[in-house]
């Protein structure tokens, strides 16, 4: 049974409880954040706290924790549960103010902070990491606000059971003909020595992974265009991959049934995926 952590507390998670009244479950009104595990060690803490801070500036909420004590309450529970390898899940809410209204309660509402683990081993050696995924496309249908990590989740959880019920892996959304992201990731192609993904906007999330991936590959001499790219230069483009904070860098060998490539992963695609592992390991805290 695991240990979670609960506006203060570390429970049992099955005595874990939150308000039906929180204004997640109303409003879908909260945000979070997904920090990796490897080695017992959090990959980009910092990158990810940021980014959270961000998030909550945006919805005009305070955050109600410290980078310090956010850390901490990670560790504890990466000890408490003896994580090796796996996800730390964190998420922050406008609370429960008392009872289902629109508008944004009183400033002073505490907020709902939750945050629980799970235990991937082997979470940076997957087999799909070897064999690269099958994406499909389909309409991007999410609202404006791509940036803010919130959970509002319903659509790209929609795409993921479109991809599986077609045979694929994943889905890469698809607006106004070029490609934002995938469905829980930043979206890539390879022509040659160049990797070209989307450029920042209120259109896609900001990924932590997406800017040290982009930095390393700066570093290795790699060409990096910040534009957006459709769905039939994917398909002639001689590598695919994703990143995440969970797939780190995820090959993709086949859109919408075209093979990538040979259909296998790209030697480029898996050493980014080795630097990215290796410097990621060495900050890790």
């Known amino acids: 049974m695991r240990t979670v952590y609960v506006n203060g507390e570390y429970l049992p998670e099955t005595e874990a409880k939150v308000s039906i009244f929180d204004r997640a479950f109303l409003m879908a009104d909260g945000v979070y954040e997904v920090t990796s595990v490897l ?4 990959i980009d803490f910092d990158g990810h706290a940021n980014r959270l801070d ?48 629109f508008a944004y309660p009183d400033p002073d509402t505490p907020p709902t902070v939750v945050l629980f683990t799970q235990s991937k081993p082997g979470l940076a050696d997957s087999a ?34 479109m991809a599986k019920k077609a045979g694929a892996d994943d889905a890469w959304m698809v607006e106004d003909g070029a490609v934002t992201e995938g469905t829980s990731n930043n979206a890539y192609i390879i022509k040659g020595d160049t ?38 230069e994917a398909q002639a483009a001689d590598e695919a991959f994703v990143t995440s904070a969970s797939a780190f860098v995820m090959p993709v060998v086949e859109i919408d ?10 030697a480029r695609t898996a050493r980014l995926r080795e630097i990215y592992l290796d410097e990621s390991r060495k900050t890790a805290v």
């Not at 109600?64 to 964190?90: A, S």
Request: aromatic content about 4%; cysteine-free.
């Open 39 to 42: 080695g017992g060690k959090l």
């Open 195 to 232: 990797i070209i993904t989307r450029h920042l906007s209120n259109d896609i999330l900001h990924g932590i992974t997406r800017a040290a991936v982009l930095r390393f590959a700066r570093e290795a001499q790699m060409k990096v265009e910040e534009r957006p790219f459709t769905i039939e």
């Open 128 to 161: 799909q990491s070897k064999e690269g995924i099958k994406v499909i496309s389909i309409e991007d249908q999410r609202w404006g606000r791509r940036d803010i990590k919130t959970v509002q989740l319903l659509f790209p959880s929609m795409g993921k059971m």
């Open 54 to 101: 961000r998030s909550l500036g945006e919805l005009e909420m305070k955050a109600p924790l410290t980078k310090d004590e956010l850390l901490e309450i990670h560790r504890e529970l990466v000890r408490e549960n003896e994580i090796e390898d796996g996800l730390v899940y964190l998420q922050i809410t406008r609370g429960a103010p008392g009872d289902r209204d």
């Open 257 to 266: 049934g075209a093979a990538i490539g040979d259909g296998t992963p790209g």
